[in-house]
């Protein structure tokens, strides 16, 4: 076991999603800046969605061009062109253009969608490159892919973001402007009306995504080293030999290899890879996947305000933290207890699901939900999410380790999985979020219950 291609593996997974990570934590300071204002987030949630075009294309070309697509070319050009994206919108994030005479943020929109096709092909991409690797690895990727989630979380508190104080009206020299951004009618709040004063961020969202294109950057050193550096080769799952002999027979059918029975030792009923799971067992497992990540890729994610913010700014940021911390512990526990059993992955599901069932209830609850202004509360708020991310990221990891095992193609469909849950689940909660307006934020310095 290579410590240099842990690192390695580490960093090249931390390029799997940090643009789009980042772009979410900057969202506070982005929205005051920009004509959409609001409703940034919704045309974002569409956008992500769009952006699975991308890993729409490699799955088909996998299933009707099996051996065609070269995917390390793949991973070099949506890693450049993601860097490339990301240095862009430190530049031009604050540019508009006049849409139907309404100015719109046309270069953000435009370059999110880039920097999403990027974040969203990679699911499809980076994991079958894994497989190069031994099984230790793949954990280690994953570990990675949750940092590119916490590290922009941390830079942006670093930054400030969000970072506001509760001050009185009155003392607000900026309150008109304030009440503007939040849509109230001045001169109908009294003056002891507490209003949100956010602080200025230690460094500007230029720097942030310049930042966020350095990551990316490392992303891009660390895929070179793990293609070219001798101390990697090593650590390759099969011999170059082996792998010259697959490359031979890249002519047949990727299916041989994931959905044909095995000849002569298999029953007449075709067989899922190597034929270690039955189909109804197969089945179960991407339904599994399908749920986890459209729970936690979407579905949660779209109301955690509105289950955060009742309790206060401080249960909100360290609930969005915790969170961001869970998904890379829950891959560092996998590395020392690593398991297979579909019946521990259903347990843990289910569990995940239920505290899932506890948060969704408070976000509808909000303004007022259970425990609201008590410290037991903000304490249960903030564990929920903690362990609800760690358990379904744990459950995800058990998925990979055993999709692994059934071959290159299990791989490529666990990315195409995890993107398919990912939109499902933001089809049904963009309607309830932002059509119906089912939930309602509660003001985080006048909550009144």
């Known amino acids: 076991m290579s410590l240099l291609t842990h690192v390695l593996a580490c960093l090249f997974g931390m390029g799997s999603w940090v643009t789009i990570c980042g772009l979410w934590v900057e969202l506070p300071l982005i929205v005051p800046q920009v004509p959409e204002g609001w409703y940034l987030p919704s045309y974002l949630s569409v956008l992500i969605q769009v952006a699975n075009i991308g890993p729409l294309f490699v799955t088909l070309m996998h299933r009707f061009r099996p051996g065609k697509l070269n995917e390390v070319a793949v991973i070099y050009f949506i890693v450049s062109f993601g860097t490339l994206a990301s240095l862009l919108l430190g530049f031009f994030w604050k540019e508009t253009v006049m849409v139907q005479g309404v100015q719109r943020s046309v270069p953000l929109l435009l370059l999110t969608f880039f920097i999403s096709i990027v974040d969203c092909t990679s699911s499809v991409t980076f994991l079958p490159f894994m497989m190069q690797l031994k099984p230790e690895y793949l954990t280690t990727y994953y570990i990675g892919e949750g940092l590119s989630g916490l590290v922009p979380a941390i830079v942006a508190l670093i930054q400030g973001v969000s970072v506001m104080q509760c001050v009185n009206g009155t003392q607000n020299l900026n309150l008109n402007e304030t009440a503007q951004l939040q849509g109230r009618n001045e ?10 004063l956010y602080l200025p961020a230690k460094f500007s969202a230029e720097a942030f995504f310049f930042f966020l294109a350095a990551m990316m950057l490392v992303c891009l050193v660390a895929f070179l080293l793990l293609n070219h550096l001798p101390a990697v080769t090593r650590e390759r799952s099969v011999s170059r030999s082996r792998r010259g002999v697959a490359a031979r027979n890249a002519n047949a059918p990727e299916r041989t290899h994931m959905m044909d029975s095995l000849k002569g030792e298999q029953k007449i009923n075709s067989k899922f890879g190597t034929g270690t799971y039955s189909w109804p067992q197969v089945v179960y497992i991407f339904v599994i996947l399908a749920w986890a ?13 509105y289950s955060c913010l009742p309790y206060g700014n401080q249960a909100y940021h360290w609930s969005a933290t915790m969170a961001s911390v869970a998904n890379p512990v829950a891959c560092f526990i996998a590395m020392f207890y690593s398991q297979r059993s579909l019946v521990l992955m259903g347990f843990l599901s289910g569990f995940g699901s239920l505290i899932g069932m506890y948060i969704m209830g408070m976000a509808v609850l909000s303004p007022c939900p259970l425990l609201v202004n008590t410290t037991t509360g903000v304490v249960l708020i903030v564990a929920a999410w903690t362990v609800f991310v760690l358990t379904l990221s744990y459950v995800k990891v058990i998925v990979a380790v055993i999709l ?43 909550t009144k219950c």
């Open 187 to 196: 001169s109908a709040e009294p003056l002891d009306y507490l209003v949100p």
């Open 293 to 305: 990540n459209a729970l936690t890729n979407s579905v949660l994610p779209s109301i955690q305000s």
């Open 404 to 446: 692994r095992d059934e071959g290159h193609s299990a791989l490529v469909w666990c990315g195409a999985v995890v993107q398919l849950g990912s939109m499902l689940g933001a089809v049904v909660i963009f309607p309830l979020v932002n059509v119906y307006s089912l939930f309602s934020s509660g003001d985080p310095c006048n």
